[in-house]
C-alpha cells in the first residue's frame, strides 16, 4: 500500500494562476479531505467528501474547488491564487465512521504551496 | 463553532522525564478527541485518541486524560526519547461521525539528550 500520495510536494504560483493539488489512496477509503496547515494555527478543514460523488464544504471554503468522482482521489483546485493561499495542503482519508466507531485518518505527506 | 487551545506553544525536557500537553474545547457536543504527531516534513499521524464517554486511555509510555465537565483533555508521555520531538497536535470533533476536526495550534515538544 502506498497509502495517502499527494502531488507536487512543492509548488510556486503567481497571483491569479490557477492549479490542482493531487491526492490519491489505495486504502479504498470512503471518507476524504482537505486541510491546510499554517503556522500557529494548527490544520483547518477546507472540503471533505464521505464517497464518490459526494463533497461538502469545511472551515475554511473559499477560493477551493474539489469533486470526486472515483473511490481512490479526490483533486483540490484553486481557481485563482492569492497570496493569502500561501500554505502547507494535506489530504487525508479513512474508513467512514458508523455506529460511534471513529477509524484511524491517514495524512498524506504534503504539498507546500507559495503564492507570490 | 468550536474553538480548540492548546498549551504550551513549546515543550523542552530531559529524556527520560515526562511531557504533559494540554488542550481546551469550547463544544460540549464534541464526542471524540484524537492526538497527532507531526514529524519534520511528513504529515499528522494518531498516536491515540479518546470517547467522550472515556475519562482515561493508555498506551505504552503515552497517556490521555479527559474531563468533559471542564472540557478539558491531556496527552501524557512518560520516560521520554529522542524520538519523542516532534510537533504535537490535539483534535475535537465537530460532527456526529467524529470525522471532522478543529485542531489545536500545536506543541513543539523537544526531548534533550
Known amino acids: 500500500n502506498a497509502g495517502v500520495t499527494q502531488t507536487p510536494k512543492f509548488q510556486v504560483l503567481k497571483t491569479g494562476q490557477s492549479m490542482t493539488l493531487q491526492c490519491a489512496q489505495d486504502m479504498n477509503h470512503e471518507y476524504m479531505s482537505w486541510y491546510r496547515q499554517d503556522p500557529g494555527m494548527g490544520l483547518r478543514l477546507i472540503h471533505y467528501?464521505?464517497?464518490?460523488?459526494?463533497?461538502d464544504q469545511g472551515e475554511v471554503p473559499n477560493g477551493y474547488n474539489v469533486s470526486r468522482s472515483t473511490t481512490e482521489d479526490f483533486p483540490l483546485r484553486l481557481l485563482s491564487a492569492a497570496p493569502s493561499q500561501t500554505s502547507v495542503y494535506f489530504c487525508a482519508s479513512s474508513y467512514q465512521a458508523s455506529g460511534g466507531f471513529q477509524y484511524e485518518q491517514y495524512f498524506g505527506p504534503g504539498t507546500r504551496l507559495t503564492v507570490t | 463553532g468550536e474553538n480548540v487551545e492548546q498549551h504550551p506553544s513549546t515543550l523542552s525536557v530531559q529524556e527520560g522525564d515526562s511531557a504533559v500537553i494540554k488542550c481546551t474545547y469550547s463544544d460540549s457536543a464534541s464526542n471524540y478527541f484524537p492526538w497527532y504527531k507531526q514529524e519534520l516534513g511528513k504529515g499528522p499521524q494518531l498516536i491515540i485518541d479518546?470517547?467522550?464517554?472515556?475519562g482515561e486511555k493508555k498506551d505504552q509510555r503515552i497517556a490521555v486524560t479527559l474531563n468533559k465537565t471542564a472540557k478539558h483533555f491531556s496527552l501524557h508521555i512518560t520516560e521520554t526519547q529522542p524520538e519523542d520531538s516532534a510537533v504535537y497536535f490535539c483534535a475535537a470533533s465537530i460532527d456526529n461521525y467524529g470525522q471532522n476536526f478543529v485542531f489545536g495550534p500545536g506543541t513543539r515538544l523537544s526531548v534533550l539528550p
Open positions: 479518546i470517547r467522550s464517554n472515556v
Open positions: 467528501s464521505v464517497g464518490a460523488g459526494i463533497t
